[in-house]
Each structure stands twice: as C-alpha cells, then as structure tokens.
C-alpha cells in the first residue's frame, strides 16, 4: 500500500497556470497513475492517467489540451501541470495510484488503490 500526497493547489486567477504535484511513499513504477477532481455535490471524475507500461497517457475531454500529467525519472512522483486555469476547474485534486486497470483509469473509484487526501485548486478573480 501506497501514501500519496497532493500540493500545488492553491487561489490561481483565471486564465493562470498551476502545477500539482503528487508525492509517493514508494515506487510508482509499476502503477498506473491517476489524476482526479471533485466538486462539493458531484461525483470524482478522471482528468488524466498515465501508464509508465504503455507509455501513454489519456485523458478526459474537458482536460484535453490544458491538462498535462507527468512523472518524474524516479517515478515516486506525478504531475499534472494545468494552463488556462477557468472557474469551473475549481475542486478538489486527487492523485490515484493503482486502482485498477489503466484503460479503465477516469473511471476508477476511491473504494480500492492508493489515493492522496486531496488539495482545493480555486479559480476565481
């Protein structure tokens, strides 16, 4: 079992750029690794996975082309850099590590894998 971690988040203006980070206790190696967002009243959705196996990353539509995720060359690490930061990017953040098939990964849920407490991204003027 891993211990993720989130930071980067943080009061980002619109049209601003923000960089999280996800730390992990161990290797990531072997994960496939994930990137997820939630608001008070709705569901987690998937933003962005990446696996290291297939060399690939994927990503939800409202993610495409702003959102980037990446790993770091020790691989205990992941990021997800986003650009043109709007107001309804406002949530929380969660990094995901395993839980569950990477094809599969936008859809993982928090009832199984590793995943990171959380950190508020706030898009506002």
């Known amino acids: 079992q891993l211990a993720l971690a989130e930071s980067g988040g943080g009061l980002v203006q619109p049209g601003g750029s923000l960089t999280l980070s996800c730390g992990a206790s161990?290797?990531?190696?072997?994960?496939?690794v994930g990137w997820f967002r939630q608001v008070v009243g709705k569901e987690r959705e998937g933003v962005a996975c990446h696996s290291r196996t297939e060399d690939r990353a994927i990503y939800a539509d409202a993610a495409k082309g702003r959102f980037t995720i990446s790993r770091d060359g020790a691989n205990n690490n992941v990021y997800l850099q986003i650009h043109d930061l709007k107001p309804e990017d406002t949530a929380v953040y969660y990094c995901a590590a395993g839980a569950g098939r990477f094809k599969d990964c936008l859809s993982w849920r928090d009832d199984g894998g590793n995943w990171g407490p959380g950190t508020q991204v706030i898009v506002s003027s």
């Open positions: 161990g290797s990531l190696d072997y994960y496939a």
